[in-house]
């Protein structure tokens, strides 16, 4: 059971985060899902195609980076905590075309671990895995991030 | 001495190279300096600011990342090689605010070992570090990466 009761998240306010960074609203990026503790989402091909055809590489990091957000938002009661990304690696498998999707969720068990830590704390670090696919469900792209989940006013 | 013996570097050419790429262009990215092995380019805070009003973090990889294709072809004879980033590395250190700067060079004694390789294999592997500063002079973000520099034809 999740530590906190919420409301439903509604993919029209995970949308608004996507709003509020102008860089990611004009790579196109849309929210396909999302619920707590996953979302799933998509970013055309245009306007972030480079000058050999395929998907430009920072691109692709921005579709593996707004995750982290997104699952944030839709997971824990941002009243009270916010993440920070300390750290990403990224590793690009294959020329990237079309739709990419990306996938990212935590588990139960993490976040009931990470609220505690946190609450006590100030602070608790953690990280996510996600692989960047295409519309043929081939990877393009595998990354990880460090975060950092901090309660407000935690840093000066 | 470097291997080939190539024309002076216009920053007005190098900027075609943002240009190409309309997702690097709409960053306001631009070449303060480029010579053969070297290059310095900076981004301004707008448009790439995020909702906490600081630099959007993947906005700081493109700075980072941008780097590697304008040295390669400020350096190699694009007419027969062109460079493939494999994978990168960031950490960020600390808030960014204002516009930021990153300065990227490749040794003279690289450049020749790198380019015998490609020669002699089609392709050649390469690492490159950044160091991504604010106006006044701190480090916001290291990155590094992994780069192949191929032959035209190399990649089926």
New interface residues.
Partial sequence: MLPTERLPVEPADATK?IH?????E??GMVIEEVEQGRCVLSMPEE?????FGTV????I??LG??PGGILFFATFDVERFFP?????????RRPARGRLSVEASIDPDEVERLQAEAEQHGKADYELELAITDETGKVVATMTSQYQMRTHGSLS
Same sequence: chains 1, 2.
């Fill in positions: 985060l509020a960074i102008g860089f990611v004009r790579t306007p972030n195609i480079n000058h430009y590489a920072g691109a990091y921005t980076e707004v920070l990304v300390k750290s990403s690696q990224i590793r690009y």
